[in-house]
């Protein structure tokens, strides 16, 4: 799921985004790209296991890519659908973007160099997941955060 969902950014960042990074006076930007998901509970599944699938997979693959300055989680929380789950990693620039992407491919094949135990890590995290998902690319300025 992970690496479907990263294609799809690499196409629309590379469409999108390729003028932006290019633009003077964008030198102090970030790029943000936020993924929003909704959750799912398999059978038998608890948040426990999702989480300890997700941090399993962050350990090895989120945390182990040199392009990516920050990853967030949040799950919603209060009021409302619970449902809705955001992933938020900050980029250097688009270009850093785009080789994190290519990273997390490199970086799954080495935590499991086998692509059966592979796919079925990568499924089993995914199937707490509905197969919808959306992406938006934002521009941060440090200087204006805390």
Do not use: C
């Not at 930007?29 to 962050?58: C, H, M």
């Not at 270009?95 to 490199?106: C, L, P, Q, V, W």
């Amino acid at each position: 799921m992970k690496k479907t969902i990263s294609f799809l950014i690499l196409a629309i960042a590379i469409i999108i985004g390729s003028e932006a990074s290019a633009q003077p006076g964008t030198e102090n930007f970030t790029v943000v790209n936020v993924q929003s998901l909704k959750t799912k509970w398999p059978e038998k599944g608890s948040p426990r296991e999702r989480d300890s699938l997700i941090a399993i997979y962050n350990a090895n693959v989120v945390g182990k890519n040199q392009y990516v300055l920050s990853h967030r989680e949040l799950q919603h929380w209060f009021t409302g659908s619970n449902k809705d789950y955001l992933i938020i990693e900050e980029y250097k620039d688009f270009d850093s973007m785009t080789k994190a992407f290519e990273t997390y491919d490199d970086l799954e094949k080495k935590a499991w160099p086998d692509e059966t135990k592979r796919k079925d890590f990568l499924e089993k995290m995914g199937s707490y997941f509905e197969d919808w998902h959306g992406d938006a690319l934002y521009r941060m300025n440090p200087k204006l955060s805390k």
